[in-house]
């Protein structure tokens, strides 16, 4: 158990919804990465935020949002769902800005059917 | 564009068995090279490399990079089927905070 909470663990819905995704980072931790990992695409850095304020971007589609509250969890937005954004996706959090030894959470299953 | 190639992209050996797998890497700004295994559910971290040619070790499992021909390696001796897994390769990029994964080298070890 890496410390890393994620909910919910599985998550099937239909192409145009939206979903939230949410992510508590272990105790002490100020950086939250979300990542998607797909069959064709790997694992993909989305985004990371650091005690609150977004601090590097990947390949964070447009129709993707998130955002870190004060207590320093975290939300994914997924809105127009896609076929192709049936996913797992993983938080992870660090304790600094580097993502090195980052800790990954158990990850939530996406489908959009 | 950063390039990372992880090779083979997938092995099946039997238990007692060696491997090594290869990630070779293009990036921007390289700071360290990271190695993860994944096996059914999150990624968890095994070696970080910063310098070339000084070898980790974690048991059966070590790692060594090559800075100049961009590369590194990961091996495993006498190979268990606990070792069955997929790994990842991931260079952190110095100026942008993230990192790069490869596709991964899914590990199948029979009995």
């Known amino acids: 158990d890496s410390g890393v909470t994620q909910t919910p663990k599985h998550l099937i819905t239909a192409t145009g919804q939206r979903v939230t995704l949410r992510c508590s980072p272990r105790s002490g931790d100020l950086s939250v990465y979300w990542y998607q990992q797909s069959l064709d695409q790997g694992l993909q850095f989305l985004i990371q935020y650091y005690n609150g304020e977004e601090r590097a971007k990947g390949n964070i589609l447009e129709r993707f949002s998130a955002q870190q509250f004060p207590d320093l969890h975290s939300e994914l937005n997924l809105s127009s769902l896609e076929l192709g954004d049936s996913a797992l996706y993983f938080c992870?959090?660090?304790?600094?800005?580097?993502?090195?030894?980052?800790?990954f959470g158990p990850g939530t299953r996406l489908t959009v059917t | 564009e950063d390039k990372v190639v992880q090779s083979p992209l997938s092995l099946v050996v039997h238990e007692g068995d060696t491997v090594t797998l290869n990630c070779s890497y293009e990036v921007t700004n390289f700071r360290s090279l990271l190695w993860y295994k994944q096996e059914k559910k999150a990624p968890t971290f095994l070696f970080m490399l910063t310098s070339s040619g000084i070898e980790k070790k974690s048991g059966r499992l070590s790692s060594i990079l090559d800075k100049k021909e961009l590369f590194s390696i990961l091996n495993i001796t006498a190979t268990q089927t606990g070792d069955s897994a997929v790994y990842l390769c991931a260079p952190y990029i110095r100026s942008y905070g993230k990192l790069t994964f490869g596709q991964g080298t899914i590990l199948t070890v029979h009995p």
């Open positions: 992870a959090s660090s304790q600094g800005l580097d993502p090195m030894q980052q800790y």
